[in-house]
């Protein structure tokens, strides 16, 4: 009844009603005529979100077939729900969009490989943030980020690292160069990540020490912390200041002097 009510002439507020029950119940029979629905602005909205729930690869097929030939917020919302499913599928077709001279198609469709996350949409992702620059290349920094995170997530800790790698050491703005310092760090067992806190607190660059900094209270105890107060003295004035804040909080004789 309710795909009979979709395929009539009732309004696009009405379908939308019937595609929020479709997203519960639906099945493979609601595929077609969701399908038929995805390319018209009137109901495109109410079509992904039905299909979005629905599992099965024939919605994945759906929805890549409609790729192609949408256009505008009509591609971009097919581009986010084949994300949102995680589509393994849809990565090549996604891939094809990653250079596409529309930026927001673009921009699109690094969110959602970010969001399927596979080793092959990682691999795309690094490849085009290679060959990019600028806004762009930021854009994509944050997908890799968003990766690095669901590996690290999983204890998969050594793709993590390599990517938290890709961003600390490349040419980016300071916010994003710390969240891959951060990652890296997070990613070691305890004595690699004290190594690499003091090798940061010790970097020529300044911008390494606020992430050393806020992450020694999680690997350094009042029996490890004396290296970390030895290094007080070379700190610039505004590092040592937030070392101070931190290193109060320890009772060890090592942090006295």
Known sequence: KFIAFLESSAPPAAKMEICRHL??????????????????DKTTDAARFALENIPGETVDTALIKALPQAEGKIKLGIISSLGGRRSERA???LSEL?????????????TALA????????????????????????????SLLVCAEGLRNQKEFEPAFALYE??????LPVHLRQAGLRGKIRCCEKGKARRLILE??????LDDDDPAIELVRDYFDDSSISPVA??????????????????ADYSGQAVLP
């Open 166 to 171: 890709k961003i600390s050491s490349s040419e």
């Open 200 to 205: 940061s607190l010790l970097s020529p660059s």
């Open 23 to 40: 997203r519960l119940i639906g099945s493979e029979k609601s595929i077609p005529v969701l399908a038929r629905m995805l390319l018209d």
């Open 98 to 110: 990653l250079y596409n001279p529309d930026r927001e198609t673009a921009a699109a469709a690094v």
């Open 91 to 93: 990565v090549t077709a």
């Open 115 to 142: 969001g399927i996350a596979s080793e092959k949409a990682r691999e795309l992702l690094s490849q085009a943030f290679e060959r990019s620059d600028g806004d762009f290349r930021e854009t994509i920094a944050s």
């Open 230 to 247: 030895s290094l007080l003295g070379k700190l610039a004035e505004q590092s040592q200041v937030k070392l101070l804040a931190v290193l």
